[in-house]
């Protein structure tokens, strides 16, 4: 079975600063997918990102990318020019093939301060 | 982009009762819809696999005699709570799986607004 980690309960940005969010995952799968999903109050899970395993390249979305570290199993996300609206809980999470079942990791709070 | 509906939003019912969630994809078919439930301040725990036309599959721990699962069509899938109690107080969210897309090589799950299941 798959589990994914997400070390850093909350963790707070200044406006406009950059945040990193740790992420690491077990699995004994060589192909899978990871993402990054977004939960702001609304609760409606909103997709970040995400990085299919057999790419090197690290992902990125505007002000999000990704550290995509495989041999690791580390899969952090950044945020850079970090906005209000950025506040939300963020869930790491993994798949084993596009759109199957979704592991989630416990999730970080974060909270970007003016 | 696609969208998937839940109704209710919110719903409070009484012990012993049964509630019934619905998930309905509305712009696009799913053959297959999935079932999480998410405790406060917690992350969410896939509860079952929903395939249309055929059996869910639940995961490990999860009642499937409480937790009806019913998948009739491409557009809806159906979770109902079987004499509810509190401790199944949760707020619930389905997500479905979406059309090949082309520009990603890949398909895309989409996420519902999740229901807030009250037992009183």
């Known amino acids: 079975a798959q589990t994914v980690t997400q070390s850093q309960p909350e963790m707070s940005v200044q406006e406009a600063e950059t945040v990193t969010l740790s992420c690491t995952y077990d699995?004994?799968?060589?192909?899978?997918?990871l993402f990054w999903y977004k939960q702001p109050p609304s609760r409606q899970m909103i997709l970040v990102i995400r990085?299919?395993?057999?790419?090197?390249q690290n992902a990125t979305e505007n002000r999000f990318s990704v550290n995509f570290q495989k041999a690791a199993k580390s899969f952090s996300l950044k945020i850079s020019d970090s906005q209000l609206g950025d506040t939300a809980m963020y869930f790491c999470a993994f798949s084993k093939a596009a759109g199957n079942k979704l592991t989630f990791g416990g999730g970080t709070r974060v909270l970007v301060k003016p | 982009g696609a969208v998937v509906s839940q109704h209710p939003s919110w719903v409070i019912c009484k012990s012993g009762t049964s509630v019934k969630i619905e998930c309905r994809s509305l712009?696009?078919?799913?053959?297959?819809m999935f079932w999480y439930r998410q405790f406060p301040k917690q992350s969410l725990m896939l509860m079952a696999t929903s395939n249309e036309g055929s059996k869910a599959t639940y995961e490990q721990g999860v009642e499937k005699d409480k937790f009806l699962i019913n998948h009739a069509s491409l557009t809806l899938s159906t979770l109902t709570v079987t004499s509810a109690h509190p401790e199944d107080s949760s707020f619930y969210i389905c997500s479905a799986r979406g059309p090949w897309v082309l520009g990603a090589g890949s398909y895309e799950q989409y996420f519902g607004p999740g229901t807030r299941l009250t037992v009183t």
């Open positions: 699995t004994s799968e060589n192909n899978y997918y």
């Open positions: 990085q299919e395993a057999y790419k090197q």
């Open positions: 712009d696009f078919q799913a053959t297959t």
